[in-house]
């Protein structure tokens, strides 16, 4: 073990000899994300965000053209995604990565980053502890303390004083799960029991039946947005849960807006919160989704890692101008410390101290359009949210 990492260091200290102080004509970004495999999808709103940002803003940056490099992770799987991480900075040669859709793949890559000399820009994964394992870090994405707080009260101003929570089992799971409780509380709650489900569960009836056991008023869920969010709302439909008049409230990725059509009208009057909605009411955004539908291929397969990633390329950009090619993830990093913007889900910003998006936080409920196609509707904004779960480490 020690002598590979050696030989890793070795390759990479070789690598940064001829790069740090070199002017890169092409500059390299390598993008690690989910394009095969049960996740494909995101990994496809990824490249979407990628592309669409590229087609509105141009292939290069004060002279210099930006290659983009893609490598597939299918599943959550950390020593992979190390592997993958290495081969690109020292193989390819990059100077920026990006992506990454699971939190455990993102810890693993931000040990090799000031080796390295490059900085991470998360597309994704939304665990709070990330930003605290590198300075070499910034995030385009949310975070689940970010997007959950706000249902706290919510859920007491609909009515509901007694919640159970259901969560995945993992880092991003287990701060939903926290913040979630903390802001109900607050607000003069109770959450009367917590569930915490293995990452590969894929029947939840006897969860459903363990809600209904427990005598509360709603239900709190978080899963990874993919199959496994599509198939809790479905057993929460069909075991007769909804009908029940047991409410449902959970951040947005139990609704993305590709899974929509398969949900039908089981869906309908699911309220949740999230910092983006396809849906959502803005001249930036209408043009992102022009952009981003040609790229992924269809507007029912848009969901919300595309503008993770387009304001990912943002910020990449903004690095690649302020360090006019050079290599120095630094440099790099600190010039977005503070940057804001008008991105395709509202103002955002990146916060100097955490390195993580500031960004308005939506309330939203899934109703049918005038098309007859259900979709996520913004009832409620509240506006320039940072990451609670930060500010508790």
Known sequence: MKASKRILGAAIGAVLMGTV??????????IIGPFSG????QGKNFQAGVEAYMALNGKSVKGHDIEVIYRDLPAANPAQSRALAQELVVKEKVQYLGGVYFTPDAMAITPLLKQANTPLVIFNAATSAIMNQSPLVVRTSFTTAQTTSPLGKIAIDRGVK???SAVSDYGPGVDAEAAFKKAFEAAGGQVVEAIRMPLNTNDFSPIMQRV???GAEAVFAFLPSGPTTLGFVKAYNETGLK????KFFAPGDLTQESDLPALGDGALGLLTTFHYAVSHDSPENKKFVEAATKAVGGADQLSFPSVGAY???????????ATDGKQDAQKAVDAVKGLSWTSPRGPVSIDAETR????????????????????????QTFPNQKDPGLATQ
């Open 212 to 214: 209904r056991d427990s």
């Open 38 to 41: 049960p996740f494909a999808l």
């Open 311 to 321: 304001d990912g390329m943002h910020v990449i950009y903004k690095m690649i101008e």
């Open 356 to 379: 993580h998006i500031t960004e308005n936080i939506y309330l939203r409920e899934v109703v049918k359009g005038p098309d007859g196609k259900t979709t996520n509707k913004e009832i």
């Open 21 to 30: 102080s070199a002017y890169a004509d092409t500059i390299k970004v390598g």
């Open 243 to 246: 009908q029940a008049g047991i």
């Open 162 to 164: 007694k919640v159970i």
